[in-house]
């Protein structure tokens, strides 16, 4: 498996709180995606991080990228409702070949 | 600009009934991808095409699954005589051809259930 052994992560926070996900991967990637899932829904892409940038920013959202450790995180500031979703890394091995290896995500609720 | 279809959106078998998916990518998408996606799992490759073409189908349990893209645009995952250990999402996926990081455009899924 591209990621490691960790378990659908659960976590419940209160609006305009801010969160932290993390995960981490096994071989070698020069990008991470991160993805949100709606209930019912497909994953979308909500932001990308590449092997040359540690931290990258769009909106309430911050992705960062440890290659050393072969870890990566996002963080949402100031959660809102509309944030409850289950969240994916996924890498691909960026080789030509386009296999995307997906973590088993975190279930974000934010609570009024 | 229409985003991915896919068709049905659920499915109920009996064990050992065949059961097709279908799938509609964005106009000009030239890979497709299809996932599997248990339950509280993160969606897990089964398939994908560059056009027509089968680029790695090694996570396609081959005894039983099958996929086509015949002309490189809609596609079909069929499976024979399906397991309750089916039971899952399955999701379809495109991308259109580029030289960077790839995005990939998700369909709602097909939620199947294998009884």
């Known amino acids: 498996s591209q990621w490691g052994e960790e378990n659908l992560q659960a976590l419940s926070i209160q609006e305009g709180e801010d969160v932290t996900m993390n995960c981490s991967y096994k071989?070698?990637?020069?990008?991470v995606h991160w993805y949100r899932q709606d209930s019912g829904r497909g994953p979308a892409l909500i932001i990308l991080?590449?092997?040359?940038?540690r931290e990258k920013r769009s909106g309430r959202l911050r992705a960062t990228l440890d290659t050393s450790s072969q870890s990566s995180s996002l963080s949402i500031t100031a959660a809102q409702c509309e944030d409850t979703a289950v969240y994916f890394c996924a890498t691909d091995k960026n080789t030509g070949y386009q296999n995307f290896y997906f973590g088993k995500g975190t279930s974000l609720t934010v609570i009024p | 600009e229409a985003g991915v279809t896919q068709s049905p959106r659920y499915a109920v078998l009996q064990e050992g009934q065949a059961v097709s998916f279908w799938c509609d990518p964005i106009s000009g998408h030239d890979t497709l991808y299809w996932y599997q996606q248990p339950r509280d799992q993160g969606p897990q490759l089964l398939v994908y095409?560059?056009?027509?073409?089968?680029?790695?189908n090694s996570q396609l349990p081959s005894d039983r699954f099958s996929a086509v893209r015949p002309k490189g645009t809609n596609s079909t995952l069929k499976i024979q005589s399906a397991k309750q250990g089916d039971t899952a999402t399955y999701l379809c996926?495109?991308?259109?051809?580029?030289?960077?990081?790839?995005?990939?455009?998700f369909g709602p899924g097909t939620r199947l259930t294998v009884l």
């Open positions: 071989t070698y990637t020069t990008v």
């Open positions: 996926a495109s991308s259109p051809r580029t030289g960077g990081a790839i995005e990939q455009y």
């Open positions: 095409f560059r056009d027509e073409a089968v680029i790695d």
């Open positions: 991080i590449r092997s040359n940038e």
